[in-house]
């Protein structure tokens, strides 16, 4: 079993639409990034995050510590969403960032 | 723009060859993380220098090194390349253990 587990694989929303993706992890963390990676590759780290919530303008990024879980919703969602979402944790007995296996996000207008 | 470069940005070699990658951090970043991403095994860790130092390792091959130059810019050398070995190779800085910023990669094909 995969230390840090994201659902859904794939999600197909309409413009507009509320999303949400998952991430488990079963691994003690000192933090939690979620990433997202475009199209064309390159990589940019959205949130991270220890406890709480954290908003940046349509994303919301959550954390629960206690039941292992943290959750990335996107709100009124633009086709210029369309991206792979990562979740990476930083785990407690190292420096070294675990990855899920990421979440296919694709916006339809 | 992260502020992190990664040079090349494409390289394609033939097995049994050797390469190196380079990254420039962020100005003020101390650490340089380098990961690994191919089709079937996701994004990994490979390996973290602060400050010129080793700091934790992950997943990297013996055939695979890295330094951190007191400059802190870093480079990852990869030897005796393998059809495997083709991936993006990103690199990261962070200002110690904080919020990574991520170059834009280096896509490494071996034919």
């Known amino acids: 079993k995969n230390e840090v587990e994201q659902s859904p694989q794939n999600l197909t929303a309409q413009e507009g639409e509320f999303i949400t993706i998952n991430c488990s992890y079963s691994v003690g963390i000192s933090a939690l990034h979620w990433l997202q990676q475009h199209p064309g590759g390159g990589i940019v780290s959205l949130f991270m995050?220890?406890?709480g919530k954290k908003k940046h303008g349509r994303l919301i990024a959550t954390i629960n510590i206690q039941e292992k879980h943290s959750s990335l919703h996107i709100t009124a969602s633009h086709p210029r969403d369309s991206a792979v979402y990562i979740c990476?944790?930083?785990?407690?007995?190292?420096?070294?960032?675990?990855f899920g296996g990421g979440t296919r996000v694709l916006v339809k207008p | 723009d992260s502020g992190v470069t990664q040079t090349p940005k494409h390289l394609i070699t033939a097995t049994g060859q050797r390469v190196t990658l380079r990254c420039s951090p962020r100005s003020g970043d101390l650490s340089v993380y380098w990961y690994q991403q191919s089709l079937d095994q996701g994004l990994q860790f490979l390996i973290q220098y602060y400050n010129g130092e080793e700091r934790a390792k992950g997943n990297i091959l013996e055939r695979f090194s890295a330094q951190q130059f007191p400059d802190l810019h870093s480079e990852l050398n990869l030897s005796s390349l393998e059809l495997g070995d083709s991936a993006l190779y990103f690199c990261?800085?962070?200002?110690?253990?904080?919020?990574?910023?991520f170059g834009p990669g280096t896509r490494l094909t071996v034919t």
């Open positions: 990261a800085s962070s200002v110690a253990d904080g919020a990574q910023y």
């Open positions: 995050l220890s406890s």
């Open positions: 990476a944790v930083l785990t407690s007995a190292g420096n070294k960032l675990t």
